[in-house]
């Protein structure tokens, strides 16, 4: 059995500032988008973005990450809370963030900036989607670092007690999602992107890869306490998972099927 370190959510304080591990996962998260983004259009020149569109697109994409991720936790998870009070929309220091909110939110940005620049949205969001597990994996990090969002109860050998939580040994779900979500994704979606695809086809295995891989992991993570299991004893975010995985199969055959008429 392991015990979680309890590791000091504070990496580094300089006068009054303290530096939160969780705030600089999420520094290097986007850090490692932007340099293998630039290494992608350094190998291929000619594509969708070019370094200087693509330095603009993770300005929006990191706007569309924290606003949507925020108000997806707001919608998604605790909306009778924030209506009560919706004040504490803006107490983003309490935590809250929603990673399906989040891609709400970069799709939306991405589909502005794409029209505001002429660009073609599906073509940049292929290019952008083998990038993304990057900052899902820096996020899962900083989600086991902070002890939160543990695993359920479990008896496997490398089980893990979370002593901020209790001392029952649990699935380290967060290492679970760190690795499929992360690694196994980014190694998928850059060996399926290497070689030419159809319009969407990149788009639609991430949201096909990541909707599978997140409803499976869930079935090892503990339900949010105030929401606990849903319907059918799934939880919210394999229900949230669900339209992803739809959505990721249609976007695919969509793209096959338009490329087989225009051959």
């Known amino acids: 059995m392991l ?3 309890q ?28 340099a293998a983004g630039r290494y992608r259009i350094a190998r291929a020149p000619g594509g969708v973005w070019d370094a200087k569109d693509f330095d603009d697109v993770l300005f929006y994409g990191i706007l569309g990450v924290i606003l949507g991720g925020r108000l997806g936790y707001v919608l998604f998870y605790k909306f009778s809370d924030y209506l009560a009070a919706p004040w504490k929309v803006f107490y983003v220091w309490e935590g809250g963030m929603s990673f399906h909110g989040g891609l709400l939110g970069v799709i939306l940005a991405l589909a502005w900036f794409a029209r505001s620049r002429q660009k073609d949205w599906l073509a940049g969001t292929d290019f952008i989607a083998p990038l993304v597990p990057l900052g899902l994996a820096a996020g899962r990090l900083g989600n086991f670092i902070n002890a939160e969002l543990w695993g359920r109860p479990a008896t496997v050998p490398w089980a893990m007690v979370f002593p901020n939580v209790d ?5 380290p779900s967060q290492l ?19 070689r030419a695809r159809p319009r969407g086809a990149v788009s639609g295995a991430f949201l096909l890869g990541y909707g599978v891989l ?19 004893g799934l939880s919210m975010g394999q229900w949230l998972s669900l339209p992803m ?19």
């Not at 001392?167 to 699935?171: Q, S, T």
């Not at 997140?214 to 059918?232: C, S």
Request: without cysteine; glycine residues 8%.
């Open 3 to 5: 015990v979680h370190p």
């Open 176 to 194: 679970y999602e760190f690795a499929l979500e992360g690694v196994v994704l980014l190694a998928a979606l850059w060996w399926f992107s290497a």
């Open 214 to 232: 997140r409803f499976l992991v869930e079935f090892t993570r503990e339900p949010d306490a105030f929401l606990g299991t849903l319907a059918l």
């Open 245 to 263: 995985v739809l959505a990721g199969v249609a976007l695919l055959v969509w793209a096959y099927r338009t490329a087989g008429r225009n051959a």
């Open 7 to 34: 590791f000091d959510p504070v990496a580094l304080h300089i006068g009054p500032l303290a530096l939160r591990w969780y705030g600089l996962m999420y520094l290097a998260g986007f850090a490692l988008f932007w």
């Open 167 to 171: 001392g029952v040994p649990r699935h």
